[in-house]
T-cell receptor
Framework: GAGVSQTPSNKVTEKGKYVELRCDPI?????LYWYRQSLGQGPEFLIY????????DSGLPNDRFFAVRPEGSVSTLKIQRTERGDSAVYLC??????????????FGPGTRLTVL | DQQVKQNSPSLSVQEGRISILNCDYT??????FLWYKKYPAEGPTFLIS?????DKNEDGRFTVFLNKSAKHLSLHIVPSQPGDSAVYFC????????????FGKGTRLHILP
């Protein structure tokens, strides 16, 4: 079956521009996660959705970052006024549910964002 | 402050020998631990996990050991194969917060022919 897909695979933008990154989770997965992986680092949690609502957005670095999941499936991570420090691979993952029993998170291939 | 630490950025092991990847953690609230494997241009894939009620979990060539008192875990791969060359991430979560996984920086494993 299809895994998690992310588009675009690469995005180059200029400082100050707005970008949107898209994630299509595995069908039937109610939980969706965004991570950011900077060079030489492990994935860093940004935000988690259960259904349509953001259950935990404590990892978003500042108010330039925002994510939506209006119909409980596809999610978009939005970054306003991009800065060079935003350059990283943005990973999306999905799982069946989340809560007090572990459900494996399946990761997409990521979107490599480069801010010039 | 890094809550999950992988102090070896890279490791080279001869094919057929044992690979041992180490991980330390600082948060005593962590009670679920995972290893992910990542190939270039792909997302991380789940490899093996262990809960804090166990000290060992084995799956084929992969075994994870947990030493809670030392806040240390390790991943053993035996025998190592060329396809094992990848970046390995150690990760941890609190039992009631499996949505929030904290990852280490990763260790790049090279399997030498």
């Amino acid at each position: 079956g299809a895994g998690v897909s992310q588009t675009p695979s690469n995005k180059v933008t200029e400082k100050g521009k707005y970008v949107e990154l898209r994630c299509d989770p595995i069908s039937g997965h109610t939980a969706l996660y965004w991570y950011r992986q900077s060079l030489g680092q492990g994935p860093e949690f940004l935000i988690y959705f259960q259904g349509t609502g953001a259950a935990d957005d404590s990892g978003l670095p500042n108010d330039r970052f925002f994510a939506v999941r209006p119909e409980g499936s596809v999610s978009t991570l939005k970054i306003q006024r991009t800065e060079r420090g935003d350059s990283a691979v943005y990973l999306c993952a999905s799982s069946l549910a989340s809560g007090n029993s572990y459900n494996e998170q399946f990761f997409g291939p990521g979107t490599r964002l480069t801010v010039l | 402050d890094q809550q999950v630490k992988q102090n070896s950025p890279s490791l080279s092991v001869q094919e057929g020998r044992i690979s041992i990847l180490n991980c330390d953690y600082t948060n005593s609230m962590f009670d679920y631990f995972l290893w992910y494997k990542k190939y270039p241009a792909e997302g991380p894939t789940f490899l093996i996990s262990i809960s804090s009620i166990k000290d060992k979990n084995e799956d084929g060539r992969f075994t994870v050991f947990l030493n809670k008192s030392a806040k240390h875990l390790s991943l053993h791969i035996v025998p190592s194969q060329p396809g094992d060359s990848a970046v390995y991430f150690c990760a941890a979560s609190e039992w009631d917060r499996d949505d929030k996984i904290i990852f280490g920086k990763g260790t790049r494993l090279h399997i030498l022919p």
